[in-house]
């Protein structure tokens, strides 16, 4: 069975930062996705990204990058210019086959204006 | 409407009520997720249906009861709870799962919740 393992309960980063938060799964499989999840304080889960084990390229959305290392099955991920909207959970996931995702315990994310 | 949505936001019952969720999505998706989300504690995947059949149930008790009359809909029967099952519910939905093939259908969209209070 696939799991993900989240080590960061909380990290706390001053406004227009930077901040990685890390993620590691494990799996016997070869192709697979990997997701990074945002829950603010409304409950709403949202996709932030997602990236493809086939890619070795690292996926990139605005302010929100990856580094996939897949021989390390390590998915971290990095925020950038941190704003206070992105204070929230952060749940990373593993996605593959029928099985829909394993999700992390999560890292909540507090941002210090 | 748009996305996943649930009703109830709210639900307050007894333990010996007799309650349902719902959940519906306008994504023409045909794969539908219950989840569970206690305090604290990571997101439990409760029920899987792919193309309205369940495929996966995690050891859900059987006071918990899921229903998918359709690819859109999704409902989860709740009867005789326990005040430990008092947690936020999300609905999600992706495209159709696909056994042994990871694809960006794995992608799932959440609903808001249904926070649960069990008395």
Same mark, same amino acid.
């Not at chain 1, 945002?38 to 996926?59: F, G, H, T």
């Given at each position: 069975? !696939? +799991?993900?393992?989240? /080590? *960061?309960?909380?990290?706390?980063?001053?406004?227009?930062?930077?901040?990685? #938060?890390?993620?590691?799964?494990?799996?016997?499989?070869?192709?697979?996705?990997?997701?990074?999840?945002?829950?603010?304080?409304?409950?709403?889960?949202? $996709?932030?990204? @997602?990236?493809?084990?086939?890619?070795?390229?690292?996926?990139?959305?605005? @302010?929100?990058?990856?580094?996939? !290392?897949?021989?390390?099955?390590?998915?971290?991920?990095?925020?950038?210019?941190?704003? $206070?909207?992105?204070?929230?959970?952060?749940?990373?996931?593993? &996605?593959?086959?029928?099985? &829909?995702?394993?999700?992390?315990?999560?890292? %909540? #994310?507090?941002? *210090?204006? | 409407?748009?996305?996943?949505?649930?009703?109830? @936001?709210? #639900?307050?019952? &007894?333990? +010996?009520?007799?309650?349902? =969720?719902?959940?519906?999505?306008?994504? &023409?998706?045909?794969?539908?997720?219950?989840?569970?989300?206690?305090?604290?504690?990571?997101?439990? $995947?409760?029920?899987?249906?792919?193309?309205?059949? !369940?495929?996966?149930?995690?050891?859900?008790?059987?006071?918990?009861?899921?229903?998918?009359?359709?690819?859109? %809909?999704?409902?989860? %029967? =709740? %009867?005789?709870?326990?005040?430990?099952?008092?947690?936020?519910?999300?609905?999600? /939905?992706?495209?159709? #799962?696909?056994?042994?093939?990871? /694809?960006?259908?794995?992608?799932?969209?959440?609903?808001?919740?249904? @926070?649960?209070?069990? $008395?």
């Amino acid at each position: 069975a !696939q +799991t993900v393992t989240q /080590s *960061q309960p909380e990290m706390s980063v001053q406004e227009a930062e930077t901040v990685t #938060l890390s993620c590691t799964y494990d799996t016997s499989e070869s192709d697979y996705y990997l997701f990074w999840y945002k829950q603010p304080p409304s409950r709403q889960m949202i $996709l932030v990204i @997602r990236q493809e084990a086939y890619k070795q390229q690292n996926a990139t959305e605005n @302010r929100f990058s990856v580094n996939f !290392q897949k021989a390390a099955k390590s998915f971290s991920l990095k925020i950038s210019d941190s704003q $206070l909207g992105d204070a929230a959970m952060y749940f990373c996931a593993y &996605g593959g086959g029928a099985d &829909g995702l394993t999700f992390g315990k999560g890292t %909540h #994310l507090i941002i *210090q204006p | 409407e748009t996305g996943v949505t649930q009703t109830p @936001r709210h #639900l307050v019952m &007894g333990m +010996t009520n007799k309650k349902s =969720l719902k959940c519906e999505q306008h994504l &023409g998706h045909n794969a539908m997720y219950w989840y569970k989300q206690s305090a604290k504690k990571p997101l439990e $995947l409760m029920f899987v249906y792919n193309f309205k059949e !369940q495929t996966e149930n995690n050891s859900v008790p059987s006071r918990f009861s899921p229903e998918c009359p359709n690819s859109s %809909h999704l409902f989860l %029967h =709740l %009867h005789t709870l326990q005040p430990e099952d008092s947690a936020l519910y999300l609905c999600a /939905s992706s495209q159709a #799962l696909v056994s042994g093939r990871a /694809s960006p259908n794995n992608e799932q969209f959440f609903g808001p919740g249904t @926070r649960l209070t069990v $008395l």
